[in-house]
Nanobody, 121 residues
């Protein structure tokens, strides 16, 4: 599976961004999808995940209530809507695909190249 993220950028605190991740190369509905993020000097961490059909989602406590993950299986795309952004949300955001729905890095087999999100105060 080849994953390409887009939609990152610079936004002021309190603003919103919508990330997209386009998948190709395999049957999209075979995979659960997740978003992870990595801030400078920190380990990559889980942000959100969604099951194959989109019926189940999970979020890190730090983003719960502000971020929403969704997927459009007809377009082979997963999204991350990010609202009420905070400076601490600044990170490179990675899209990933997993054969089994989960929240751990090692659950995920395929990764995108990442997209930078910077939130200014």
């Amino acid at each position: 599976v080849h994953l390409v993220e887009s939609g990152g950028g610079l936004v002021q605190a309190g603003g919103s961004l919508r990330l997209s991740c386009a998948a190709s190369g395999s049957t999209f509905t075979n995979y659960a999808m997740g978003w992870f993020r990595q801030a400078p000097g920190k380990e990559r961490e889980f942000a959100a995940s969604i099951s194959w059909g989109g019926g189940r989602t999970d979020y890190a406590d730090s983003v719960k209530g502000r971020f929403a993950i969704s997927r459009d299986n007809a377009k082979n795309t997963v999204y991350l809507q990010m609202n009420s952004l905070k400076p601490e949300d600044t990170a490179v955001y990675y899209c990933a695909a997993a054969p089994i729905w989960g929240t751990r890095l090692y659950d995920y087999t395929y990764w995108g190249q990442g997209t930078q999100v910077t939130v200014s105060s």
